[in-house]
């Protein structure tokens, strides 16, 4: 099978890359680099510099032998998202319309969709499952919501078949340090507690120790990278064995608390942090756990990095 990443000079998307290229399958990396890093573009890896909103583009990108789209091309800071709706709606919202109506004219029928746990909003029980009712609390959530609706539609009506992968909070880098390219203004919790660490950010701040929480910091579920690569590869094997479409959580169901992520952080790196408490941000829930088992009944998929240390020296490794 010959895949299309779209978004795969990215962080998810070169892990994605990896994996497929080593389980054999050929791969067209279709990006625009506006985050992604031409470094992350591997040996074996075809690549077509391009838009999600250029419909000539794509039609062009997928006319080629494609048998599958791995997405992966979203903007995803949710702040952003809650300050410029209509640049999430462009890129996201329509992006994805354009991809899904080139997979249709071009006779391409599986996708598998990086989807997210912000599709749940605020969570009504811990861990979350897949039931859980949709009610994003962020723009960014909404237009992945959005994303899947239009999906099951397109589905519903025999234009495609479908995986959407909700991913909890997605941590590491790979452990070979095949994957170099980092982030760019990173909004998450281990890249900046690395820009910390580096001398690159004066200080870490962690928003809120009074939450309802064994430490009062805020507990996530976090799921290395290598290990969400590995969902798709999965993925893409049951579309084309068996043409079902279906949504999984992608998460480890430990919950780990951003205070106990900086302890080991401090353990790898082998000093303190400057770190302090700020204030809590809007829409932060104190505990946003996954429940993946339907994950491990439909793909045969099982978290292999477990061990938050670990993870965290993955990154660490690279940073040195």
């Not at 992520?261 to 756990?289: F, H, M, Q």
Request: charged content about 25%; some cysteine; hydrophobic content about 40%.
């Amino acid at each position: 099978m010959r895949i299309l990443v779209i978004g795969g000079a990215g962080y998810i998307g070169s892990h994605v890359q990896k994996q497929l290229l080593e389980e054999g399958f050929g791969v067209t990396v279709f990006d625009d680099l506006s985050s992604g890093d031409r470094v992350n573009l591997l040996p074996g890896a075809d690549f077509i510099l391009g838009s999600i909103l250029d419909k000539k583009a794509l039609a062009h990108a997928m006319s080629g032998g494609i048998d599958g789209v791995v997405h992966l091309a979203a903007k995803k800071a949710v702040g952003e998202s809650m300050e410029w709706p209509e640049i999430y709606a462009e890129n996201n919202i329509c992006g994805a319309l354009n991809i899904l109506n080139a997979m249709t004219a071009c006779g391409v029928r599986h996708i598998v969709f990086s989807s997210s746990a912000a599709v749940y909003g605020m969570p009504r029980y811990i861990p979350l499952d897949e039931a859980h009712p949709i009610e994003p609390i962020n723009y960014y959530g909404y237009t992945k919501a959005a994303i899947e609706e239009n999906m099951r539609w397109y589905a519903r009506l025999g234009k495609i078949d479908y995986a959407a992968l909700r991913y909890f909070n997605a941590v590491g880098y790979a452990a070979d340090k095949s994957i170099t390219g980092k982030e760019r203004n990173p909004q998450n919790l281990l890249p900046i507690i690395m820009e910390a660490a580096t001398g690159k950010r004066e200080k870490l701040s962690i928003f809120g120790n009074d939450y309802d929480t064994p430490d009062g910091t805020c507990v996530r579920d976090y799921v290395h990278v290598s290990d969400l690569a590995r969902a798709h590869t999965l993925a893409l094997k049951k579309l084309a064995t068996d043409g079902e479409s279906f949504t999984v959580n992608l998460g480890t169901g430990k919950g780990t608390s951003v205070k106990e992520i900086v302890d080991a952080a401090e353990k790898v790196i082998g000093r303190k942090l400057n770190y302090d408490y700020a204030p809590r941000r809007a829409g932060d829930p104190a505990i946003l756990t996954a429940k993946a088992d339907k994950a491990r009944q439909l793909l045969g998929w099982e978290p292999q990095y477990t061990d938050i240390e670990e993870i965290i020296r993955t990154v660490w490794n690279l940073e040195q």
